[in-house]
């Protein structure tokens, strides 16, 4: 059984940075792929970010407005730690930012898809004010 905490959230203004971390515990974290999913109110859960088991291929959401460019992805295998550093950020980023993971490697397709990903921490609080 795998623990997921989220950490790193707060309220900022437009145009700040953030940096979210994910600690696991309970599983072999290198062998995982790890992703970023966001839920902003009244509206439903989407792909951020995700990551490869070994760090070495990472994912981003290509949607409007997308975060692209402004996030990035990153893992430490050492510290079992996954983060995502915010940039520039805007107040439609404003939601709660949940991590995930899931065991083994996945296609690309896979990544973005919140189904397949068995383990979820409690989320953390990204407020950004205009």
């Known amino acids: 059984q795998v623990q997921l905490v989220e950490s790193g959230g707060g309220l900022v203004q437009a145009g700040d940075s953030l940096r979210l971390s994910c600690a696991a515990s309970?599983?072999?974290?290198?062998?995982?792929?790890m992703g970023w999913f966001r839920q902003a109110p009244g509206k439903e859960r989407e792909f951020v970010a995700a990551?490869?088991?070994?760090?070495?291929?990472?994912?981003?959401?290509d949607y409007a407005d997308s975060v692209k460019g402004r996030f990035t992805i990153s893992r430490d295998n050492a510290k079992n730690t996954m983060y995502l550093r915010m940039n520039s950020l805007k107040p439609e980023d404003t939601a709660v930012y949940y991590c995930?993971?899931?065991?083994?490697?996945?296609?690309?397709?896979?990544?973005?898809?919140?189904?397949?990903?068995?383990?979820w921490g409690q989320g953390t609080q990204v407020t950004v004010s205009s």
């Open positions: 990551i490869s088991w070994s760090g070495g291929s990472t994912y981003y959401a």
């Open positions: 309970g599983g072999t974290f290198r062998t995982y792929s």
């Open positions: 995930a993971a899931g065991a083994g490697r996945y296609s690309s397709g896979r990544y973005s898809v919140g189904s397949a990903y068995t383990y």
